[in-house]
């Protein structure tokens, strides 16, 4: 296959000696856009050695000259928005100037990463013995933030850029070195991510890019024992990841079923925009989406009106025309979602609109009166499909949304800000957004999920902290 993308390994673009590739399928043409290498179990064990050698030398380079690279590959990223954005259209089916967007984040997050990394790695704390019973002022703590050694980052299909570069910058500035492996779909957005990098001047091995299948290289990247810390963001098979690996640090974001709980008092009009937007943006395929409307009875008439006045304007088609719509990931994507429809039809929910799909294009879908029987009620559907479950209390609101095995975000609409905090704090999951459709962004916030929705807290800060291990030196005097 003379045609396929190489992978990245010690600074060059290589052709995998198992001489076979993996085929990138267009969601919307259903049809093979690329072709990426199928690397080898030998070839991972071949990065992992490059990546620990060049992590030696790399954790001695200065902190600001670190900075400098990373500034240098976003300043580059941002120059090759479009190209990227190209591969992200035809990759994954992303509405056009959601994929120029993602590229730009990505730019403006290393950037912040380099600055935020220089601020709190350039700092450690400095302890006196006589704080603690017992003690004379005879030693001094010093404590420094030092690197973890190669970082494994695997992002998902849906933030193939973002996701990824949400990795490796606070992996780098920290002083480590990445073995990235990114998803089937969005691979060669990867690649082109890692071109950025690469021309930006990294030393050699420090990043690689292995591309292939699941099955012959997933389990072994993950459970390799030159990995020290896996960042993922991906479906449950993060749960399974955390199983067999060793002990390493782990950060995981596995996915969510955010609840939008609507109060009588609520602005129906926001909450209807914010529905729309956190529901149906990029065709519901985002880990945030809200993936379930908990409304009060009382408004429920009037905001399914308002909803599905503005699901009527959404336009439905190519993400190359930036329609809202888009097809879904894959044909087998499209197939679970139908599947959660007909079970949802079968049980009785009234469809606002009419089912309609064509290929991996699913028309967007509010399924009302849904009930707990519904497996729509729980599960996760990665697509245009939203459940509205009409509520008597805020309790009832809370309680579906905490016998979720997910919890991961929220959403709250009422003018009452004491009742929001309330909700707020018996929520249980990691981010409450009050009065606005869940979201990651801003980038530096904190983003954590409770229970099956992942382990650890990222966000730049929090990432950077998460990829170092804190080191101390005590000074003893005589
Ligand atoms: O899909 C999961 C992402 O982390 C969600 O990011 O809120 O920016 O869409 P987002």
Same mark, same amino acid.
């Given at each position: 296959?003379?045609?396929?993308?190489?992978?990245?390994?010690?600074?060059?673009?290589?052709?995998?000696?198992?001489?076979?590739?993996?085929?990138?399928?267009?969601?919307?043409?259903?049809?093979?856009?690329?072709?990426?290498?199928?690397?080898?179990?030998?070839?991972?064990?071949?990065?992992?050695?490059?990546?620990?050698?060049?992590?030696?030398?790399?954790?001695?380079?200065?902190?600001?000259?670190?900075?400098?690279?990373?500034?240098?590959?976003? &300043?580059?990223?941002?120059?090759?928005?479009?190209?990227?954005?190209?591969?992200?259209?035809?990759?994954?089916?992303?509405?056009?100037?959601?994929?120029?967007?993602?590229?730009?984040?990505?730019?403006?997050?290393?950037?912040?990463? &380099?600055?935020?990394?220089?601020?709190?790695?350039?700092?450690?704390?400095?302890?006196?013995?006589?704080?603690?019973?017992?003690?004379?002022?005879?030693?001094?703590?010093?404590?420094?933030?030092?690197?973890?050694?190669?970082?494994?980052?695997?992002?998902?299909?849906?933030?193939?850029?973002?996701?990824?570069?949400?990795?490796?910058?606070?992996?780098?500035?920290?002083?480590?070195?990445?073995?990235?492996?990114?998803?089937?779909?969005?691979?060669?957005?990867?690649?082109?991510?890692?071109?950025?990098?690469?021309?930006?001047?990294?030393?050699?091995?420090?990043?690689?890019?292995?591309?292939?299948?699941?099955?012959?290289?997933?389990?072994?990247?993950?459970?390799?024992?030159?990995?020290?810390?896996?960042?993922?963001?991906?479906?449950?098979?993060?749960?399974?990841?955390?199983?067999?690996?060793?002990?390493?640090?782990?950060?995981?974001?596995?996915?969510?079923?955010?609840?939008?709980?609507?109060?009588?008092?609520?602005?129906?009009?926001?909450?209807? &925009?914010?529905?729309?937007?956190?529901?149906?943006?990029?065709?519901?395929?985002?880990?945030?989406?809200?993936?379930?409307?908990?409304?009060?009875?009382?408004?429920?008439?009037?905001?399914?009106?308002?909803?599905?006045?503005?699901?009527?304007?959404?336009?439905?088609?190519?993400?190359?025309?930036?329609?809202?719509?888009?097809?879904?990931?894959?044909?087998?994507?499209?197939?679970?979602?139908?599947?959660?429809?007909?079970?949802?039809?079968?049980?009785? &929910?009234?469809?606002?609109?009419?089912?309609?799909?064509?290929?991996?294009?699913?028309?967007?879908?509010?399924?009302?009166?849904?009930?707990?029987?519904?497996?729509?009620?729980?599960?996760?559907?990665?697509?245009?499909?939203?459940?509205?479950?009409?509520?008597?209390?805020?309790?009832?609101?809370?309680?579906?949304?905490?016998?979720?095995?997910?919890?991961?975000?929220?959403?709250?609409?009422?003018?009452?800000?004491?009742?929001?905090?309330?909700?707020?704090?018996?929520?249980?999951?990691?981010?409450?957004?009050?009065?606005?459709?869940?979201?990651?962004?801003?980038?530096?916030?904190?983003?954590?999920?409770?229970?099956?929705?992942?382990?650890?807290?990222?966000?730049?800060?929090?990432?950077?902290?998460?990829?170092?291990?804190?080191?101390?030196?005590?000074?003893?005097?005589?």
């Amino acid at each position: 296959d003379g045609d396929a993308y190489k992978y990245y390994s010690n600074g060059e673009w290589k052709k995998s000696s198992s001489g076979k590739t993996v085929a990138i399928v267009n969601p919307t043409t259903r049809k093979t856009q690329y072709k990426v290498q199928a690397c080898t179990q030998e070839e991972v064990n071949n990065v992992m050695e490059l990546a620990k050698s060049a992590q030696k030398t790399w954790a001695k380079t200065p902190l600001w000259k670190r900075a400098e690279l990373l500034h240098k590959a976003a &300043a580059i990223l941002k120059e090759h928005k479009a190209p990227i954005a190209e591969c992200l259209i035809k990759e994954i089916a992303k509405p056009a100037k959601d994929s120029v967007t993602e590229v730009v984040r990505s730019g403006d997050l290393i950037s912040y990463t &380099a600055e935020e990394g220089v601020r709190i790695l350039g700092e450690g704390k400095f302890l006196v013995s006589d704080s603690f019973p017992g003690n004379e002022r005879t030693k001094y703590c010093l404590t420094s933030k030092i690197p973890l050694g190669v970082v494994l980052a695997i992002p998902p299909f849906n933030y193939p850029v973002n996701l990824a570069v949400s990795k490796i910058g606070p992996a780098l500035i920290a002083g480590n070195s990445l073995v990235l492996k990114p998803p089937t779909q969005g691979a060669v957005s990867c690649l082109h991510m890692v071109h950025c990098f690469h021309l930006a001047g990294f030393p050699k091995g420090l990043i690689s890019c292995v591309t292939g299948k699941g099955s012959e290289i997933g389990d072994f990247l993950t459970m390799h024992p030159g990995v020290n810390c896996i960042s993922f963001t991906g479906g449950d098979t993060g749960i399974s990841i955390s199983k067999k690996a060793g002990m390493i640090p782990l950060q995981m974001e596995l996915g969510g079923k955010d609840a939008c709980i609507v109060l009588e008092d609520a602005d129906l009009d926001l909450v209807a &925009a914010n529905i729309i937007k956190g529901g149906f943006s990029y065709s519901g395929q985002r880990c945030t989406a809200i993936k379930v409307v908990l409304v009060m009875e009382s408004v429920a008439d009037a905001l399914v009106e308002k909803v599905k006045a503005r699901v009527a304007k959404l336009r439905i088609g190519p993400p190359e025309d930036d329609c809202d719509i888009t097809p879904v990931v894959t044909e087998s994507s499209a197939n679970f979602i139908e599947g959660l429809v007909m079970d949802a039809k079968d049980k009785g &929910a009234t469809f606002c609109q009419q089912y309609k799909r064509e290929g991996n294009l699913i028309w967007p879908l509010l399924l009302d009166n849904v009930r707990p029987d519904m497996r729509i009620a729980w599960e996760e559907p990665f697509g245009p499909i939203l459940p509205v479950i009409r509520i008597n209390s805020v309790d009832e609101g809370i309680h579906h949304c905490n016998a979720s095995n997910f919890g991961l975000q929220g959403c709250v609409f009422t003018k009452d800000i004491n009742k929001a905090m309330l909700i707020s704090d018996a929520m249980e999951t990691g981010t409450v957004q009050i009065n606005s459709a869940p979201a990651r962004g801003p980038d530096h916030f904190p983003f954590q999920g409770l229970k099956d929705s992942g382990i650890g807290s990222q966000g730049i800060t929090n990432s950077i902290d998460m990829m170092t291990k804190v080191k101390t030196t005590v000074i003893n005097l005589p």
